[in-house]
C-alpha cells in the first residue's frame, strides 16, 4: 500500500491541478505575435525615402517656379477692352475743392466750427432755457454783426437779456480765430438758426479781428458792445449767390 501511494506521486505531471496548458500556449503565441508587429514597424520607420518621392517634390517645384518667373501673366485677366476708361460715378463724400454759392461754402465750414459751441447752445441753436441763452431768435445773432463778432472773439461776461430773458453767465473767449473761421461759424448761426440770408465775408471778418487784437483782452460786456460795437461789420457785402471754390473761398471766375 505504501509502495502505490509512493509511485503515483512519482507519475504525477510537476504541474499544478489549476495550469490550463492551452491557455498558456495561446497567451505566449500573442506575446511572440506582437513583437514581431513591433519589429515590423520599426523596420519600416527606419526605410529611406523613395526616389519617386524626390522626382515629384522637384517636377513640383520646377512648375511652380516657372509660374512665378512668368510674372503671374498664367492667370491674367482683363475684361476691358484696350484703352477702356472707368467712368466716375456720382457720390455725396466731400472729396477735394468744390464750385458753389458762397453761402453754402460758409456754413458748410461754419457748421464743423459749430459743434464745439453746441455742448452749451444746443444742436439746433435753443440753449438750454436757464444757463445758456439760445441763438435761434436771438437779436445779439439777427442784429448787428459786430457786436456778434466781438462776443465770440472775446467771451462774454454779466448779464445779457436774449429774447426776453436774462442769462448771466460767462462765455469763454472762441479766439484765436482765422477770418476765414469767422465767417464761416458768423454765417452758419445767422442763416441756420434764423434765416437771415445773408454772409458774412472774409474780409470783414478780418477787421473784426483787428478790433478784438487792439482791445485789451479779457471777457467783453454788454455795456462795451451796445458803446462801441453796436454796428454792421466794415467791407463789401458780398452776394450770398457768388461761385466759389468751397476750399479757397475765392470767386470759381478768377480761378
Not at 495550469?19 to 500556449?25: A, D, G, S
Not at 455795456?223 to 457768388?242: C, F, I, N, R, Y
Request: negative net charge.
Amino acid at each position: 500500500m505504501a509502495n502505490s501511494q509512493h509511485t503515483n506521486k512519482i507519475d504525477r505531471p510537476d504541474l499544478e491541478d489549476s495550469t490550463n496548458v492551452v491557455e498558456k500556449h495561446e497567451k505566449l503565441l500573442e506575446i511572440s505575435a506582437s513583437q514581431a508587429r513591433e519589429n515590423q514597424i520599426s523596420e519600416t520607420g527606419m526605410e529611406p525615402v523613395s526616389l519617386w518621392v524626390f522626382l515629384a517634390s522637384a517636377i513640383v517645384l520646377l512648375i511652380g517656379g516657372g509660374v512665378l518667373g512668368a510674372g503671374g501673366k498664367l492667370f491674367s485677366y482683363n475684361p476691358h477692352p484696350e484703352g477702356y476708361t472707368r467712368p466716375d460715378f456720382a457720390s455725396d463724400a466731400d472729396t477735394g475743392p468744390t464750385i458753389g454759392p458762397i453761402a453754402e461754402a460758409l456754413a458748410k465750414r461754419g457748421k464743423n466750427i459749430y459743434a464745439k459751441c453746441s455742448g452749451c447752445h444746443g444742436s439746433t441753436g435753443s440753449g438750454d432755457g436757464n444757463q445758456y441763452p439760445p441763438l435761434a431768435g436771438s437779436e445779439w445773432v439777427t442784429g448787428n454783426t459786430a457786436r456778434l463778432a466781438q462776443i465770440i472773439l472775446n467771451g462774454l461776461s454779466g448779464p445779457i437779456d436774449v429774447a426776453g430773458k436774462t442769462y448771466n453767465g460767462n462765455m469763454p473767449a472762441q479766439a484765436p480765430l482765422t477770418a476765414a473761421e469767422l465767417a464761416a461759424v458768423m454765417t452758419y448761426i445767422r442763416n441756420e438758426f434764423n434765416d437771415v440770408g445773408d454772409v458774412v465775408s472774409v474780409e470783414q471778418a478780418a477787421g473784426a479781428i483787428r478790433v478784438y487784437e487792439s482791445r485789451p483782452q479779457g471777457a467783453i460786456t454788454v455795456k462795451e458792445l451796445d458803446a462801441d460795437h453796436d454796428q454792421m461789420l466794415e467791407g463789401e457785402v458780398v452776394d450770398p449767390s457768388t461761385s466759389v471754390n468751397f476750399e479757397t473761398l475765392q470767386p470759381a471766375a478768377a480761378e
